[in-house]
Nanobody, 125 residues
Framework: QVRLVESGGGSVQAGDSLRLSCAASGRIRSNSGMGWFRQAPGKQREFVAAITWSAGRTYYADAVKGRFTISGDSRKMTESLQMNSLKPEDTAVYYC??????????????????WGQGIQVTVSS
């Protein structure tokens, strides 16, 4: 059974920083990369950032580019999301995910095979 566990969420003030971490365990047949998504109340889940193992490339949503940094370790099946200069609009439940196949765009949640339970990040003004 595959399990992803997020940690590091919480409540902060605008301008503060948080670091989210995710650890995957279990039998994952294929792991081409990992990503972070978020879902704010009343909104659809959206892409935040992703990292691919083969090329070591990182990808970011425009809304977080320059403020968030994704990193990870393919052997340990872990990833982190350093979030700086947080804004109230970053408030959401954040989910980590594992993308097994190399096919499909990493910007879309339907290509990810395994998901964490989500962790709350709240940024107040």
């Amino acid at each position: 059974q595959v399990r992803l566990v997020e940690s590091g969420g919480g409540s902060v003030q605008a301008g503060d920083s948080l670091r989210l971490s995710c650890a995957a365990s279990g039998r994952i047949r294929s792991n081409s990369g990992m990503g972070w998504f978020r879902q704010a109340p009343g909104k659809q889940r959206e892409f935040v950032a992703a990292i691919t193992w083969s090329a070591g490339r990182t990808y970011y949503a425009d809304a977080v580019k320059g403020r968030f940094t994704i990193s990870g370790d393919s052997r340990k099946m872990t990833e982190s999301l350093q979030m700086n200069s947080l804004k109230p609009e970053d408030t959401a439940v954040y989910y980590c995910a594992v993308k097994g196949s190399y096919a499909g765009s990493l910007y879309y949640d339907n290509v990810y095979d395994h998901w964490g339970q989500g962790i709350q990040v709240t940024v107040s003004s």
